[in-house]
């Protein structure tokens, strides 16, 4: 069995940065394993521009943005298999890559994979590095009545459609949703020919991007209905028309606001999902709120050597940060390859665990917990926030004391959040004999 | 005096900024950017509001059908549908990089139409 010290599941565009990364402090035996024919993951079919200005201070396009990364990885000479499919990670706690220590303290994986050329095979790694990214949320939980017919497409479905195949689903289009998939859609298909009639949004703000709106539907005067839903389709072999309705402040359609759109297609855009089977197998621990392991500042999950980033991790707006997270998770993973070596012990000793508790608006944290003598001296905490707030502030507290706070003249649900923590500041707070914090983020109106 | 709010595109920040304009259409102030490029996409905005165009090109005899293109840099807000016109119309033959340049200048804008995928020769 080949063996790795690194294993990196998905080249999207969290895989290829956590690679880079990896290499860059030291590592050397990496191996990327993706699915599709080509890396650059979803970034392949984001045609538009609007990638990059944080990383490469340039605006380049999805496909652009993959191609540095993929150029940087090749230039390595890390290895990177393509069209294969991982099936399964397990953990063997029985064996140990590092015979001289107990056996229990740092596992092998065992990753097994498919592919058409080489068949069903495993390779062992010290760590592995998750970067799956997400999926689109499926229709079925969407509950719309009506037929099932022909016509009804996600909105990512649709862009790999017109993107990738040249084919374009429909000419008369409404989009339900209005993520940011969904308003990149509704400006594509607008530039192919169709006529994009509405955008629908069940919540009364935006799920997307302030700058997707101004560009793909202000542009193209395509009006987006907030507070609205799908209450029927029409068209038994293929779509006909699409009633919307205006929802209550319990997202219920009102009556008697309904209107009918004739129409051959809707696309949908109600959100991603983080596509975790594979970390779920292993045992990872999933956030109930975000789909997405539960990791610590080194973007490690409860499963020792695990690392995760990208939007397997939680669902990100901008790829930049995308990058910079698995940047993270790849120097982790390369450091915990050379803790393994040195036969190092973790650092027990006195081991000062700060859990991030998000409150009052915040949504969840990422990462979820904070081991003091492995933090770096600034650690980004990211986050979403549940509602829309206007003029309010980002605040953190560790023992009642503030060591950190940021105002923000607009936060919404669909653009994620970040704080910067100072270790110095965390080191000022924490008394002796006490091993356990609780380190709250909050949003406050002042 | 008037005022427009407007929100930056210039990156996914999107800072909403407000412009104010005396009678004359000039631009008196500009508030709300975090950056210069807001106060440089504001004017440009309410003058002369331009997009950067993207969109794919049929390829002939790659690994793929469609390769993606942009224009290189940003071009009239009311040329885009003649940037359109002009890309259906087209069709390349593989190989293609990142970079190649499709058409030297797209709808009379003077702009030229780049290749932002590599297709490979099938
Ligand atoms: S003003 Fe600067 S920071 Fe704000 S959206 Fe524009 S480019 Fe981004």
């Known amino acids: 069995m080949r063996q790795y010290d690194i294993v990196i599941i998905g080249a999207g565009p969290a895989g290829l940065a956590a690679a880079v990364a990896a290499f860059d402090d030291g590592a050397r035996r990496i191996l990327i394993l993706e ?19 944080h990383t490469f201070k340039e605006e380049l396009t999805g496909p652009e943005y993959a191609d540095r990364f993929i150029k940087q990885v090749r230039e390595r000479g890390i290895e990177c298999r393509l069209n294969t499919m991982v099936m399964d990670i397990g ?29 069903m095979y495993q390779v062992a790694a010290r760590t592995v590095i998750l970067a799956m990214g ?27 459609l017109v993107n990738m195949q040249g084919y374009l689903p429909g000419r008369r289009v409404v989009i339900l949703g209005s993520g940011d998939i969904g308003l990149i859609m509704a400006r594509r298909m607008t530039l192919e020919g169709a006529k994009v009639l509405v955008v629908a949004e069940l919540m009364p703000y935006s799920g997307g991007l302030k700058r997707n709106i101004v560009q793909c539907l202000d542009d193209y005067g395509i009006s987006l209905k907030l507070s609205h839903t799908v209450v029927d389709i029409s068209g038994k072999e293929r779509v006909e028309s699409v009633t919307l309705a205006q929802v209550d402040e319990n997202r219920r359609p009102i009556a008697g606001t309904e209107e ?37 500042e080194s973007l490690e999950t409860n499963v020792g050597g695990v690392f995760a980033c990208g939007n397997v991790l939680h669902v990100h707006d901008l790829v930049d940060f995308v990058s910079e997270e698995a940047a993270l998770a790849g120097k982790n993973a ?54 829309v707030y206007k003029n309010c502030f980002i605040r953190a507290y560790l023992n009642g004391r503030q060591i950190a706070s940021k105002k923000r003249p607009v936060m919404a649900p669909g653009e994620m959040e970040q704080l ?9 707070c924490v008394e002796p004999g006490t091993s356990s914090y609780c380190l709250e983020i909050r949003v406050e109106e002042k | 005096m008037s005022k427009r709010q407007l929100i930056c595109i210039g990156c996914p920040l999107g800072c909403q900024m407000e412009a104010e304009q ?19 996409y504001a004017r440009k905005e309410l003058t002369c509001p331009t997009r950067i165009v993207t969109s794919t090109v049929r390829v002939e005899g790659g690994m793929r059908h469609m390769v993606s293109v942009k224009t290189k840099e940003d071009v009239p807000k009311g040329k885009i549908f003649d940037c359109m016109g002009e890309i259906r119309k087209l069709a390349v033959a593989a190989p293609i990089a990142v970079g190649d340049v499709i058409l030297p200048d797209i709808a009379g804008t003077g702009v030229a139409l780049v290749a932002t995928g590599n297709v490979d020769a099938r």
């Open chain 1, 35 to 53: 699915r599709d024919r080509e890396p650059g993951g979803i970034l392949n079919q984001c045609i538009h521009n609007g990638f990059g200005l």
């Open chain 1, 91 to 119: 953990v063997d706690s029985g064996r140990d890559a590092n015979a001289t220590r107990e056996p229990s303290a740092r596992p092998m994986k065992y990753v097994t994979a498919m592919s058409r050329a080489d068949g």
């Open chain 1, 134 to 160: 997400c999926r689109e949320r499926p229709r079925g939980a969407l509950n719309i009545p009506g037929y099932r017919p022909a016509g009804i497409y996600s909105a990512g479905t649709a862009q790999r």
């Open chain 1, 260 to 296: 009918t759109y004739e129409c051959d297609t809707l696309l949908l855009s109600v959100g991603l999902l983080p596509e975790n089977e594979l970390s779920a197998g292993l045992g990872v621990e999933l956030s109930p709120v975000t789909s997405g392991p539960i990791v610590n």
């Open chain 1, 334 to 387: 390369a450091a915990y390859v050379k803790r393994m070596e040195a036969a190092e012990g973790d650092a027990k000793e006195a081991e000062i665990e700060i859990e991030i508790k998000p409150l009052s608006g915040v949504r969840y944290t990422v990462p979820s917990h904070v081991r003091l003598a492995r933090m770096q001296p600034e650690q980004v905490v990211r986050f979403r926030v549940g509602d």
């Open chain 1, 420 to 428: 910067k923590l100072k270790k110095e500041q965390l080191l000022e």
């Open chain 2, 22 to 40: 005396n009678e004359d259409g000039e631009i008196v102030s500009i508030k709300g950017n975090t950056c210069p490029r807001g106060d440089a």
